[in-house]
């Protein structure tokens, strides 16, 4: 079964902290994340990318897994993600490619790859943090981008997602801007 964080009872108060709502309603804690109507998508593969019999529906709120760009300095072969949008297929140009928005999850390499690059200005202190972590430990961001929908791999369950990452439950990647970057826990939102 998919992960949908906008259902889960421990990632609930990531919607709250993406709009500043306390409302327990999942269309008014999704609706400020997206301004249309989106529709569910459906994947035929599992994590490993191989063929499975019937198919997974992912709609807004699932945990997704991407192919991350080419000009990425991760070293990831997959990118994890909420998913927060989808174009309606009506609104799509005849030549245009189908978009969606995601809100990505962090894992510890991706940080450590954006410092090393040089992305992040505040670093001394997430080095520090992230120093004992284990490699698979990730952390919901509040960066979010527009990817064509078939740049997505599959929604994975939560078997699959548990296999490949550790997903924070207390603390959150918030990018302050100008190359700015923290750790914040949910209670301080």
């Given at each position: 079964?998919?992960?949908?964080?906008?259902?889960?009872?421990?990632?609930?108060?990531?919607?709250?902290?993406?709009?500043?709502?306390?409302?327990?309603?999942r269309q008014e804690l999704i609706r400020p994340l997206y301004s249309e109507p989106s529709g569910a998508i459906a994947f035929r593969v599992d994590a490993d990318r191989e063929?499975?019999?019937?198919?997974?529906?992912?709609?807004?709120?699932c945990v997704i897994m991407a192919k991350p760009p080419r000009e990425t300095t991760s070293k990831s072969k997959v990118w994890f993600g909420v998913l927060?949008?989808?174009?309606?297929?009506?609104?799509?140009?005849v030549q245009g490619a189908r978009m969606c928005k995601v809100c990505w999850i962090m894992t510890k390499a991706d940080l450590m790859a954006d410092i090393e690059a040089g992305d992040f200005v505040n670093t001394q202190d997430m080095r520090w943090f992230l120093r004992y972590k284990p490699e698979t430990r990730a952390w919901l961001a509040n960066g979010s981008s527009y990817v064509p929908l078939s740049?997505?791999?599959?929604?994975?369950?939560?078997?699959?997602?548990?296999?490949?990452?550790?997903?924070?439950?207390?603390?959150?990647?918030?990018?302050?801007?100008y190359g700015g970057v923290e750790l914040v826990k949910y209670d301080d939102l």
């Open positions: 079964m998919p992960l949908n964080l906008a259902k889960h009872r421990f990632y609930r108060h990531f919607w709250y902290s993406l709009n500043g709502s306390s409302t327990s309603c063929k499975i019999n019937g198919i997974r529906i992912c709609e807004i709120g927060t949008w989808v174009e309606p297929k009506e609104d799509v140009p740049s997505l791999i599959t929604v994975p369950t939560v078997e699959e997602i548990n296999d490949r990452i550790d997903l924070s439950r207390s603390v959150r990647v918030q990018f302050t801007g």
